[in-house]
């Protein structure tokens, strides 16, 4: 079994980025700019979001932070969203998820244009995914594709087994792997006999968000296995896989933490300076 290390192949992407935010900088005379939006006080969106800021310093892009409270109206949001769409040093616009409860969340990421929208939450972009468009994608199904491509092993022909649906991760992670011609299937909490289908994928992605739900004895012997968990539980953090029982099984496994969330945060920053070239260069 061999860990896939998303720290390390984070760092590599984002030398890269270190070297292409460089240049839109020597060329535009500024630098890419990211607007991160927070509202209240969630304490993982308050790690998410310090991760993102970290990210854009170490790359080499300008983070325009805004921390509002939890009380700040649905029209004030709107009203920033707005005058961040329409802001000439501003490429990327990333509201974190999830908004507190008065908010209309479908309403929020639609106002963001989507030429700026650095999550590829935008109906446009998950539009584009489905239809195969030129689009921005979504931070951390991106991330999952360049882990299980890290490893060397083809995708097309393999048996992909996405367990979850979301509209951040699991609908459109299948899309991405659809794209590089897995054969893909999706499970979610209704799914009867969730194992039987489970021990079929050869690529196995775990995105339910229960605390190692995914055990050994639900793994095909030599699948690769991204974990997607971020489940915290009295300070620790726990991946939706069982480590113990699952290493055992997986050729590939990603580790929680250090595998698909630096990867997230690296996409994140990928989509932000390819939008920021897209939008100079169309
Ligand atoms: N909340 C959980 N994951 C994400 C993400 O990838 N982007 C945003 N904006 N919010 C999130």
Redesign the pocket.
Known sequence: MKIIDGKAISASVRKTLIGRAADFEKKYGRKVGLSVVKVGANPA?EV?VRNKILACEEVGVKSFSYNLPEEVSERELLELIDALNDADDVDGI?????LPSHINEKKILARITPEKDA?G?HAVNAGGLMLGLPCTK???PAGIIELIKSTGETIAGKNAVVVGRSN?VGKPCAMLLLAENATVTICHSKTSDLASFTRRADILVAAVGIKQFVTGDMVKDGAIVIDVGMNRNEGKLYGDVDFASVSKKASYITPVPGGVGPM?VTMLLKNTVESAFRCKEN
């Open positions: 969106s998410y990333l509201v974190q998820l999830p999550d939450f979504p931070c951390t951040i997230t």
